[in-house]
């Protein structure tokens, strides 16, 4: 399965000067709980905001002009070879069977065409930011988890990709 993660300010921004403009400690718990033991694609400029592999997760860095490489760190030209070697890395060891695309605009905004869930952290404040997320068509998405933090204002919501019918 593929999924987009994301959290996402009240005025659509993810990041502002190559950084998350936010710390908020249950949006970074969320994120870690739910891509635990998992593949992450992101792009060059969201793997040097971190600048270090995420642990316990193969990470693979999307860029033509750097490569990143080390103990579960791999780097692909374009965000379908990374889907690819996921996949491949997944079926010859076993693991990781699910694919999180994490960042930034560019691989979340070409990444909606392959993702078949959304995980959408939604921030109830507005940021100065100079990232966006993309609009997505919510008729392809359907949400079907939502619930807000009690201890911040955040809401984490789940779309899932509607399957239309053949007709």
């Known amino acids: 399965m593929i999924s987009i993660i994301a959290a996402v300010s009240k005025n659509g921004v993810i990041g502002c000067n190559g950084h998350i403009p936010w710390n908020i ?96 952290t939604e921030i109830g404040c507005e940021y100065d930011g100079d990232v966006y997320f993309p609009a997505f068509d919510k008729n392809l998405f359907r949400l079907v988890s939502s619930e807000k933090c009690i201890s911040a204002d955040i809401t984490f919501n789940i779309y899932e990709k509607q399957i239309t019918p053949c007709a």
Do not use: W
């Not at 592999?53 to 080390?70: A, D, E, H, M, W």
């Not at 379908?80 to 996949?87: F, G, L, Q, S, V």
């Open 25 to 120: 400690p249950e949006d970074m718990k969320y994120f870690r709980r739910i891509t635990d033991g998992s593949a992450v694609i992101m792009g060059r400029k969201t793997y040097e905001s971190i600048m270090r592999p995420l642990p316990g997760r193969l990470n693979i860095v999307v860029s033509k002009t750097c490569n990143f490489s080390g103990d579960l760190l791999m780097t692909a030209e374009t965000l379908e070879k990374a889907i690819e070697t996921a996949r491949k890395y997944s079926a010859e060891h076993n693991c990781f069977k699910d694919i999180f695309l994490c960042g930034g605009n560019a691989i979340y905004q070409e990444g909606l065409k392959y993702a078949d869930r959304i995980y959408l």
